[in-house]
């Protein structure tokens, strides 16, 4: 396991490489720049920033200098705010995770619970009322999930409080964030359920007079999480970095809402370091999905 790990370290270090010279080049190519505003900055004030930043540069030195930098672990400072990016990377993100933990922590809960119970009760009502929402669940975009729970919950009915930083309510983000994934791994769940429930395996145990729930929990849904873990590694390292759009709805100043601000701003340092942040997290994300495979079924092997 040792040598596969370092393989996919040194993989996951090209992968990142790979995702920053493609968000550099492509963000240089898009025309304007950071200091380009409604009110136009004199040329001889721009020309001093740019010389700062080392945006007078071509931009293949510019991407070696960045690069260079981040290597000897200086994230830079942002063009918009002029704040250390590393600082406000883990000031934002520690909103987001712990809004993205409780909600990656919802879908997968109940996504597992409602599938196994849909494949438990196949074509009868508790299944065809899981599939239905589920299908709902599925079609609605999260933006417009969180937008009816604002104006239902908040404006209309009052029952749930606008979030503020000093008294944060996570209900309604929450169930905004979680309810796609959910509804995904609950579907996920079912299908893999189904087909284990029909293995020999499981006939085996039945026909060998093992209790229920052990053939249910032991031996079928623990052979049906394989698929459920591939999407669950990337989903959390997703949420963790929070939903750009339902952080936006709610006014939560998350590092998604933060991503949001710095391409709105063109804040070149900033965009670079959220993107190579998520890249981090997807890598290490997959790389423990991979892993667990083996601890749900030790028949795999990484040879």
């Given at each position: 396991m ?26 240089n ?12 900055t004199?040329?001889q ?6 010389e700062?930043y ?29 704040r ?12 987001s ?5 409780m909600?990656?922590?919802?879908a ?14 196949r074509?009868r009502?508790p ?5 239905f ?19 239902v ?19 309604l983000?929450i ?6 994934p ?40 623990r052979?049906?999480?394989?698929p ?11 949420i ?26 063109r ?8 993107t190579?942040?998520l890249?981090f997290l997807m890598?290490?994300a ?18």
């Open positions: 040792a040598k596969y790990i370092i393989k996919r370290i040194l993989l996951a270090i090209v992968s990142i490489i790979i995702v920053s010279a493609i968000t550099f080049f492509v963000m190519a898009i025309p304007g720049g950071p200091f380009n505003k409604e009110k136009a004199s040329q004030a721009q020309k001093v920033l740019e700062r080392n945006l007078d540069k071509p931009v293949p030195q510019q991407y070696i200098l960045y690069m260079n930098n981040l290597l000897h672990g200086d994230w830079g400072v942002s063009l918009h705010s002029g250390d990016i590393w600082g406000e990377i883990s000031s934002r993100f520690s909103v995770a712990r809004l993205g933990g909600a990656a922590a919802v997968i809960v109940v996504g597992l619970i409602l599938g196994a119970l849909a494949a438990l009760t074509n009502l299944d065809r009322a899981i599939v929402f589920t299908t709902l669940g599925t079609a609605m975009p999260s933006f417009v999930l969180a937008t009816l729970l604002l104006l919950f908040c404006l209309k009915l009052k029952l749930v409080p606008v979030w503020s930083s000093s008294n944060p309510n996570y209900t983000p169930i905004a964030l979680s309810v796609y959910m509804a995904y791994i609950t579907r996920l769940t079912k299908t893999s359920m189904l087909d284990a429930l029909n293995q020999d395996y499981v006939r085996t145990a039945k026909a060998k007079g093992v209790p229920a729930w052990k053939v249910i929990f032991k031996h079928a849904l052979n049906a999480l394989i459920v873990i591939t999407y669950v590694g990337p989903m959390v390292a997703y963790l970095t929070g939903s750009m759009v339902v952080e936006n709805i709610f006014t939560i100043g998350g590092l998604g809402s933060s991503f949001v601000t710095s391409i709105t701003n804040d070149y340092t900033m965009i670079m370091a959220t190579i942040f890249a890598v290490i997959n790389l423990l999905t991979d892993i667990a495979y083996k601890f749900v079924d030790p028949r795999i092997t990484f040879d």
